[in-house]
């Protein structure tokens, strides 16, 4: 017997709404279908089943808020007899989601993400709080990383729980009525989260763009209007290409060691009108051509803005790249989204005069930058890295 | 008499009203211990009442703690009511046997079959300077034993009232009375009468801490309470009354609502009484706590004789007040 | 009269682009990019939109050319039969 859980979609999730379902008990699912859709902060996801097998038991219904890791349905896996149903909800969430993580993890794909558990521990120290406050919080939907305590010995007590709920509720006191301020939430709390707990370390370099902007327009002008190539695709290529090179940058910190992830999926900043960003997962960017690339991107973009990302784009990103080019930012130094290690910011592709073997030119230049965690790489990887990215291109030919 | 006249009394003229209620009430009742009736009682307490209801109610014994506790065990398998007087807590220990392997064994390993309706009043605690052999606090050691009620009125309806609810009860049950209460001096209504012997009361309420104490420590909590009610510190005063059942409800209720306790008790820290409430705090109300519960016990010494030290060596207002502000106001 | 309809054309498939944009207060000397807040993605979203009502196809080197409401009715103007 299998479960299909609420899904953690990012370090910040820690419930969600089961608003559809797309099967009933009996249906078959296939691994990849999009059986379920929940709403989140990040708006409705749509959410994929990881194993084949039969839907036996519905245990969540649509409308129904639950923790992440709780069992939505339970999927009888071929050659397994039908089972007695189950208890609905089952109470035992925390213990429920172990078992997910486990049985997401032992099929092979793309590894999941382990949901994020209240943040009872900052940096891996015991939160000094009492235990009505640590109530009161819950009740109250305190988050407790950001609260001082002011008890004995520093503790957190009731009042600086309450302190906080009020200074959370007048820091966002639209926050039922926008869906945004959720996003915004879910931002600063995976933010803070990096700021806190990852040791950036920032390189940037000039990378000579004349080779590959002179064969995009070449391709370019070879195709329709519809199949045109946006420069950010060879970027997004060669970042994957260049992980193969530094595969160290391609991973989770997780459980205090770095867990190398051998398929790269790019996670793609994507700025919402409504303000936000999402970065979902280009999946297996190193292994598509570049109009693969373009395609995939029109289709995750559009998505996006229009609120239809699927579950397995939130949580697979093993990489993130931002791409602020278009507001005519030169670096970007950005901010690590956890529990990633890296994250590689392209500015404005801009003329700039180019010394070359005594020569002066004007070259379309970009400033490539790398965020990376320095508990998972040094600076010296990190360079390497850059490098390969630059050398890739230069043969945008071979993206 | 109109009901609701009141009267000046003594906690010591209390206690002697309710024996002498119980005495004219029912006539299996009688009075028996040291010196308690040509001399009037050690403390005073049954002044008057030999010459009232004459030496076969009024028995003046030998000093042999266990043996005239024993003779109200067997008087009351026989059928009376005894009321055994122990001058203090301390000397109670030559009847512990009596107490603990008898009174409080005999219902059980007769089946059923026999009650041993007996009341043993005795003094506790200090701060009259009599010393380390009089002046102890053990009715937290009581309250340790199945078979027994331990009772401890701290005010003056309870010193009235108490008593006959204690007789009326099928099953021993031991009374503390405060040495520094017997002077206390208020009013009561002159009908005052029985009192229930199960509950814990709440003597003042309050929002920020619950001070659980009984016994003449309660005062001084209350004490303590108006002095921080000054600085903004609303305390809620629990008076336990009875350490045998305890009540843990109204304690445990009072700890949800103001997150804090703090446990005030005379008898020492170490395996006492206030260990006890510490304990069911923690299985009964951990997620309610704010804070760690604290105590304010006796010093783990001898009672001193010396004035000073023995002070030092009780719980005071003081230390009280500052435990108080600490656990509400506490900043690192 | 032409410029009209191409004008209505532009804000018709501007819309779904960029759905909260007051299009009277686009400046029709304005660089649209910049007032509208939209990205590469959206601008070559847009010009299919405008090659698929108009069937005026914008080679990537004349984007230079196009910066403000005013170049790309002109633009568009002298492209279309």
């Known amino acids: 017997m299998a479960e299909f859980c609420m899904p953690s979609l990012g370090a910040d999730m820690k419930e969600g709404i089961l608003?559809?379902?797309?099967?009933?008990?009996?249906?078959?699912?296939?691994?990849?279908?999009?059986?379920?859709?929940?709403?989140?902060?990040?708006?409705?996801?749509?959410?994929?089943?990881?194993?084949?097998?039969?839907?036996?038991?519905?245990?969540?219904?649509?409308?129904?808020?639950?923790?992440?890791?709780?069992?939505?349905?339970?999927?009888?896996?071929?050659?397994?007899?039908?089972?007695?149903?189950?208890?609905?909800?089952?109470?035992?969430?925390?213990?429920?989601?172990?078992?997910?993580?486990?049985?997401?993890?032992?099929?092979?794909?793309?590894?999941?993400?382990?949901?994020?558990?209240?943040?009872?521990?900052?940096?891996?120290?015991?939160?000094?709080?009492?235990?009505?406050?640590?109530?009161?919080?819950?009740?109250?939907?305190?988050?407790?990383?950001?609260?001082?305590?002011?008890?004995?010995?520093?503790?957190?007590?009731?009042?600086?729980?309450?302190?906080?709920?009020?200074?959370?509720?007048?820091?966002?006191?639209?926050?039922?009525?926008?869906?945004?301020?959720?996003?915004?939430?879910?931002?600063?709390?995976?933010?803070?989260?990096?700021?806190?707990?990852?040791?950036?370390?920032?390189?940037?370099?000039?990378?000579?763009?004349?080779?590959?902007?002179?064969?995009?327009?070449?391709?370019?002008?070879?195709?329709?209007?519809?199949?045109?190539?946006?420069?950010?695709?060879?970027?997004?290529?060669?970042?994957?290409?260049?992980?193969?090179?530094?595969?160290?940058?391609?991973?989770?910190?997780?459980?205090?060691?770095?867990?190398?992830?051998?398929?790269?999926?790019?996670?793609?900043?994507?700025?919402?009108?409504?303000?936000?960003?999402?970065?979902?997962?280009?999946?297996?960017?190193?292994?598509?051509?570049?109009?693969?690339?373009?395609?995939?991107?029109?289709?995750?973009?559009?998505?996006?803005?229009?609120?239809?990302?699927?579950?397995?784009?939130?949580?697979?990103?093993?990489?993130?790249?931002?791409?602020?080019?278009?507001?005519?930012?030169?670096?970007?130094?950005?901010?690590?989204?956890?529990?990633?290690?890296?994250?590689?910011?392209?500015?404005?592709?801009?003329?700039?005069?180019?010394?070359?073997?005594?020569?002066?030119?004007?070259?379309?230049?970009?400033?490539?930058?790398?965020?990376?965690?320095?508990?998972?790489?040094?600076?010296?990887?990190?360079?390497?890295?850059?490098?390969?990215?630059?050398?890739?291109?230069?043969?945008?030919?071979?993206? | 008499m109109s009901k609701n006249e009141m009267i000046q009394i003594t906690y010591r003229e209390a206690v002697r009203e309710a024996i002498r209620e119980a005495l004219r009430r029912d006539e299996r009742v009688f009075l028996l211990g040291e010196d308690v009736g040509r001399y009037g009682g050690c403390f005073a307490v049954s002044k008057g009442l030999l010459e009232e209801f004459g030496p076969e109610r009024i028995i003046d014994t030998p000093l042999s703690e266990s043996g005239f506790t024993g003779a109200g065990i067997g008087a009351a398998l026989g059928g009376m009511r005894p009321i055994v007087e122990i001058m203090t807590v301390n000397f109670s220990l030559l009847a512990a046997d009596q107490i603990i392997n008898n009174a409080a064994t005999f219902l059980h390993m007769s089946g059923g079959c026999f009650n041993v309706p007996l009341v043993i009043r005795m003094s506790t605690g200090g701060g009259k300077q009599l010393a380390a052999q009089h002046s102890h606090s053990l009715e937290g050691w009581y309250a340790h034993i199945p078979g027994i009620k331990v009772l401890t009125p701290a005010t003056l309806e309870d010193a009235r009232g108490m008593l006959w609810s204690a007789l009326e009860d099928p099953d021993p049950v031991l009374i503390f009375e405060h040495q520094s209460l017997l002077n206390m001096e208020g009013q009561l209504p002159a009908n005052a009468g029985a009192v229930d012997i199960d509950r814990a009361q709440i003597r003042r309420p309050g929002s920020d801490l619950s001070v659980i104490t009984y016994g003449a420590s309660l005062f001084k909590a209350l004490e303590a309470a108006e002095i921080l009610a000054g600085e903004g510190i609303e305390v809620e005063v629990i008076d336990l009354r009875t350490l045998r059942p305890l009540d843990d409800a109204t304690f445990l209720t009072s700890i949800a609502s103001t997150h804090r306790a703090l446990i005030v008790d005379e008898g020492w820290r170490s395996g006492g009484i206030s260990a006890e409430i510490c304990a069911r705090i923690m299985e009964g109300a951990f997620y309610e706590l704010d804070a760690p519960v604290e105590r304010i016990c006796g010093a783990e010494v001898p009672m001193p004789y010396a004035k000073h030290l023995e002070e030092a060596a009780m719980p005071q207002v003081e230390a009280i007040v500052t435990t108080a502000k600490r656990m509400v106001r506490s900043n690192g | 009269m032409k410029e009209e309809l191409i004008r209505e054309t532009i804000f018709r498939v501007l819309r779904p682009i960029t759905p909260e944009a007051d299009f009277d207060e686009l400046a029709p000397d304005e660089n649209m990019q910049e007032v509208l807040d939209i990205d590469s993605f959206d601008v070559l979203n847009f010009f299919i939109q405008l090659y698929e009502e108009l069937g005026v196809e914008i080679p990537e080197e004349d984007y230079g050319e196009i910066i403000t409401l005013n170049d790309l009715i002109g633009y568009l103007a002298i492209r279309i039969e």
């Open chain 1, 19 to 399: 608003v559809k379902w797309k099967v009933e008990p009996g249906d078959q699912v296939k691994r990849g279908d999009i059986i379920s859709e929940v709403e989140t902060q990040k708006g409705i996801i749509e959410i994929e089943v990881f194993t084949d097998g039969t839907i036996e038991q519905i245990l969540v219904h649509p409308g129904e808020k639950v923790p992440v890791g709780t069992v939505l349905a339970t999927i009888r896996v071929p050659g397994e007899e039908a089972k007695a149903p189950r208890e609905e909800r089952p109470p035992e969430p925390t213990f429920k989601y172990k078992f997910c993580m486990i049985s997401a993890q032992h099929k092979e794909g793309p590894a999941k993400r382990p949901p994020e558990p209240t943040p009872v521990t900052t940096a891996g120290k015991r939160l000094k709080i009492s235990p009505s406050a640590r109530k009161l919080a819950a009740e109250l939907a305190v988050n407790l990383s950001t609260v001082q305590g002011t008890g004995q010995g520093n503790a957190i007590t009731r009042a600086d729980i309450e302190r906080a709920a009020e200074a959370q509720n007048a820091a966002a006191p639209l926050a039922p009525v926008k869906p945004e301020a959720g996003m915004r939430q879910a931002i600063a709390t995976a933010m803070a989260r990096s700021n806190r707990e990852i040791p950036h370390y920032y390189l940037a370099t000039h990378i000579d763009m004349s080779n590959t902007m002179r064969w995009l327009a070449s391709e370019n002008k070879k195709r329709s209007i519809k199949e045109r190539i946006l420069p950010v695709v060879p970027l997004i290529k060669a970042t994957a290409l260049a992980l193969g090179k530094v595969p160290e940058l391609n991973g989770f910190w997780i459980d205090d060691r770095l867990q190398l992830q051998e398929a790269v999926h790019v996670g793609f900043a994507i700025s919402l009108r409504q303000g936000g960003l999402v970065a979902p997962a280009i999946h297996h960017a190193d292994l598509k051509s570049l109009p693969e690339l373009m395609e995939a991107l029109h289709d995750l973009i559009t998505r996006t803005r229009g609120g239809r990302l699927r579950s397995s784009e939130l949580t697979d990103a093993t990489i993130t790249v931002t791409c602020l080019g278009d507001l005519g930012v030169e670096t970007v130094y950005g901010v690590i989204y956890p529990p990633q290690v890296a994250l590689v910011g392209f500015g404005k592709i801009m003329e700039q005069p180019w010394a070359e073997n005594g020569m002066l030119g004007i070259r379309p230049v970009l400033t490539t930058s790398l965020a990376a965690d320095h508990r998972a790489t040094d600076g010296h990887r990190g360079a390497q890295f850059l490098e390969a990215l630059n050398q890739y291109l230069q043969k945008p030919e071979e993206l």
